[in-house]
């Protein structure tokens, strides 16, 4: 019966992490969370805004947030999903000419409008019980991801006007229940991230640069390891505490630079490979479930997210040496998710919740092309069974981001020269963000 179950394991596996690994390689993906991080791992959890994943077991996506909740899933598991992110995202500023190198140069209004693409965003899970005591799982998704693109003619290009990442992430996950209060799991994972940056002159500028002209762009990709662990308190029947970690993944992106920012040798299209490494940072969860009544339950957690490993992007060319692209800077972020349940009949379940997602960067280091800010979480889910063996969730978050301001040059001396080049950019970022998520999780 296990050799079965593997087998049928291993050839779900094959087919649905070809699909899957499919979609997420050419999704744009565009960050929910802080940061360019991705909370979209699934459609049972978007409808409580994230709140005690680290401790609850709905289906085989609850190894993605903690490993050790595993040994509390029966069976074989499969469970397929998608979230749609619909991001609406603006600036809105002015560029001061007269604080360039050329002080004759005009003021010119930088706006843009929803300049963060739209994005599906798949995942797959599977788990299998071995026995009473051991789990195994594997996981396809991703933790981080961002597009933005504001065009060749945003006013403010000298600064930047596109930025990028992109990862793929394959978890291998196993579990232990030591006895009746306590479960421990752990995993490797395996990433693969591209990304890049770009700034071009805008139209008003001291070197009569052409609108659109590459002052500095980056490209490159990697891929690496990392791991993560959890744990699981079953404190009684009705009340469990989960913590989990995962570790920081250091990628090393291999690519080219082109740009007269790099060097004027490198305009016109010339370009020097090199790298640029980029700090996927460590994460961490402590969460509680509570179930109060026969029908009502609650879920908290508290996230961290260490960010300030972040500090800059800074490319290292073959020819020219050591360039700098962008100090970043950040700083750790903390994440605050309350959420509840409502078994309304033994098929229908309904969810909802709220989360404060505070900012990774300061206000002095809020940048155009990633307009960091704090969020407000509004979520609303339910999950109904088809079956006894077969569940259909569904999620619905809008995410209010914090009208805050951008002001570049920032006094780093890489902006100041970007500064020089144009002139300096002072303005707003608002907007807000929709997701919609769907999934399917079937028991063997």
């Known amino acids: 019966m296990i050799k079965s179950a593997t087998n049928t394991m291993k050839t779900t596996i094959t087919f649905l992490s070809l699909a899957v690994a499919a979609g997420l390689i050419s999704a744009s993906h565009t960050a929910t969370a802080a940061g360019f991080q991705l909370a979209e791992y699934s459609a049972t959890g978007l409808g409580r805004a994230y709140a005690g994943e680290a401790a609850m077991a709905d289906n085989a996506s609850a190894q993605w947030r903690n490993p050790a909740m595993l040994t509390y899933l029966d069976g074989t598991q499969l469970s397929l999903g998608a979230i749609y992110v619909n991001p609406n995202v603006d600036v809105d500023g002015t560029v001061d000419g007269s604080q360039s190198a050329n002080p004759s140069l005009p003021t010119s209004h930088a706006a843009k409008s929803d300049f963060a693409d739209d994005a599906i965003i798949p995942n797959v899970y599977i788990s299998h019980k071995y026995s009473d005591q051991v789990a195994v799982g594997f996981a396809l998704g991703?933790?981080?991801?961002?597009?933005?693109?504001?065009?060749?003619?945003?006013?403010?290009?000298?600064?930047?006007?596109?930025?990028?990442?992109?990862?793929?992430?394959?978890?291998?996950?196993?579990?232990?229940?030591?006895?009746?209060?306590?479960?421990?799991?752990?995993?490797?994972?395996?990433?693969?991230?591209?990304?890049?940056?770009?700034?071009?002159?805008?139209?008003?500028?001291?070197?009569?640069?052409?609108?659109?002209?590459?002052?500095?762009?980056?490209?490159?990709?990697?891929?690496?390891?990392?791991?993560?662990v959890g744990a699981a308190w079953q404190i009684n029947q009705d009340h469990r505490i989960g913590v989990s970690y995962k570790s920081e993944v250091q990628l090393k992106l291999e690519g080219y630079a082109t740009g007269a920012g790099f060097d004027f040798s490198l305009s016109s299209g010339n370009r020097d490979s090199g790298t640029m490494d980029l700090a996927l940072p460590a994460t961490a969860e402590l969460a509680s479930f509570h179930q109060l009544t026969e029908k009502v339950a609650i879920h908290a957690s508290l996230n961290w997210t260490d960010w300030s490993s972040f500090e800059k992007l800074e490319a290292q060319l073959n020819t020219f040496g050591s360039k700098m692209v962008k100090v970043e800077n950040w700083q750790d972020n903390y994440r605050l998710a309350l959420g509840a349940t409502y078994q309304l009949d033994p098929k229908l379940a309904?969810?909802?919740?709220?989360?404060?997602?505070?900012?990774?960067?300061?206000?002095?280091?809020?940048?155009?092309?990633?307009?960091?800010?704090?969020?407000?979480?509004?979520?609303?889910?339910?999950?109904?069974?088809?079956?006894?063996?077969?569940?259909?969730?569904?999620?619905?978050?809008?995410?209010?981001?914090?009208?805050?301001?951008?002001?570049?040059?920032?006094?780093?001396?890489?902006?100041?020269?970007?500064q020089q080049v144009a002139g300096q950019f002072v303005g707003e970022t608002t907007g807000n963000i929709w997701l919609i998520g769907v999934q399917a999780s079937y028991r063997f």
Not at 385 to 408: C, H, M, N, R, S
């Open 142 to 228: 991703t933790n981080y991801g961002m597009e933005t693109n504001l065009g060749n003619d945003f006013a403010a290009a000298h600064f930047g006007n596109q930025a990028s990442v992109t990862t793929m992430e394959a978890n291998l996950n196993a579990a232990y229940q030591v006895n009746q209060a306590l479960s421990l799991g752990g995993g490797v994972r395996y990433v693969m991230g591209e990304g890049s940056f770009g700034a071009k002159a805008p139209a008003n500028n001291i070197y009569s640069f052409t609108q659109g002209t590459d002052l500095k762009y980056m490209q490159g990709e990697d891929n690496a390891w990392g791991w993560q």
């Open 350 to 418: 309904l969810r909802t919740g709220i989360a404060y997602d505070t900012s990774a960067v300061s206000d002095k280091n809020r940048t155009i092309t990633i307009p960091e800010t704090d969020r407000t979480w509004l979520s609303l889910g339910a999950s109904y069974d088809v079956t006894q063996d077969f569940t259909l969730d569904g999620g619905l978050t809008y995410i209010l981001a914090k009208d805050a301001p951008i002001t570049e040059s920032r006094g780093y001396a890489s902006d100041d020269i970007a």
